[in-house]
C-alpha cells in the first residue's frame, strides 16, 4: 500500500529564511505526489502536484518540490520565508495505479517568527 | 467557479441524533470524497465516489455512518446515531476526471457531538 513519511510535526523558521519540509513516500507503483497547504479553520488547498512530468515541480506562493525516486522523497521548499506561510502542510500520495484516492500524511506545522 | 460547498459548517448535536452532512461537488468534476481530521487520526478517508458509485468505503468507521451520492452534483453523509468520539472536521473534496487526480476541498463541516 502506498504511503508517506512527514518528518517533523512542528517546524519554526525566520521570516526570510528557507524553508524545508520533508515527505518520504512509500509505493508499490510510480506515485502521483502532491502538497496541500492548510490554514486554520480552512480546507486544504493544492500547492503542487508531481505526475511523473518534470521532477522538480513548481507550486503557489513561491513553493517547490523535487521527486527523488532513488531517495522516494517529495520535499518541499521555499527560498525565502513569508509570515503567511505559517499554516500546515501535507504531503499525499495516490493510493494505487488508476485510483484517485490519496493517502495524506500526518502533517507538518510551519511557524514563521518575525 | 464557486468551489467545493459543504454545509453546514458547524453543527452542534447531542449524542443519539442523527447528523447529515452534505456536499455539492465542483460542476463537472467526477469524483467525490469524503475525508474526517481530528487532532488524533489526522486525515482519513472515509469513503469516495467516481461517477456517483460508492468505490471505497473501507474507511467508514461503522455500520453507524452512511454516505450517499444520489446525483453528481449532491452527496450526504449521515451519522445515525451520533456520539462524542464523532466529533471531528468534516471535509468533501472532488477531483476531476482524465489524469488530474488533484482534489479540491470544502471549507469543512466541523461536528461536535455533546
Known amino acids: 500500500a502506498q504511503s508517506v513519511t512527514q518528518l517533523g510535526s512542528h517546524v519554526s523558521v525566520s521570516e526570510g529564511a528557507l524553508v524545508l519540509l520533508r515527505c518520504n513516500y512509500s509505493?508499490?507503483?510510480?506515485?502521483?505526489l502532491f502538497w496541500y497547504v492548510q490554514y486554520p479553520n480552512q480546507g486544504l488547498q493544492l500547492l503542487l502536484k508531481y505526475t511523473s512530468a518534470a521532477t522538480l515541480v513548481k507550486g503557489i506562493n513561491g513553493f517547490e518540490a523535487e521527486f527523488k525516486k532513488s531517495e522516494t522523497s517529495f520535499h518541499l521548499t521555499k527560498p525565502s520565508a513569508h509570515m503567511s506561510d505559517a499554516a500546515e502542510y501535507f504531503c499525499a500520495v495516490s493510493r494505487a495505479a488508476g485510483r484517485r484516492a490519496l493517502t495524506f500524511g500526518s502533517g507538518t506545522r510551519l511557524q514563521v517568527q518575525p | 467557479d464557486a468551489g467545493v460547498i459543504q454545509s453546514p459548517r458547524h453543527e452542534v448535536t447531542e449524542m443519539g441524533q442523527e447528523v447529515t452532512l452534505r456536499c455539492k461537488p465542483i460542476s463537472g468534476h467526477n469524483s467525490l470524497f469524503w475525508y474526517r481530521q481530528t487532532m488524533m487520526r489526522g486525515l482519513e478517508l472515509l469513503i469516495y465516489f467516481n461517477n456517483n458509485v460508492p468505490i471505497d468505503d473501507s474507511g467508514m468507521p461503522e455500520d453507524r455512518f452512511s454516505a450517499k451520492m444520489p446525483n453528481a452534483s449532491f452527496s450526504t453523509l449521515k451519522i445515525q446515531p451520533s456520539e462524542p468520539r464523532d466529533s471531528a472536521v468534516y471535509f468533501c473534496?472532488?477531483?476531476?476526471?482524465?489524469?488530474?487526480?488533484?482534489?479540491?476541498f470544502g471549507p469543512g463541516t466541523r461536528l461536535t457531538v455533546t
Open positions: 509505493s508499490s507503483v510510480p506515485p502521483y
Open positions: 473534496a472532488s477531483s476531476p476526471g482524465g489524469v488530474d487526480y488533484e482534489q479540491y
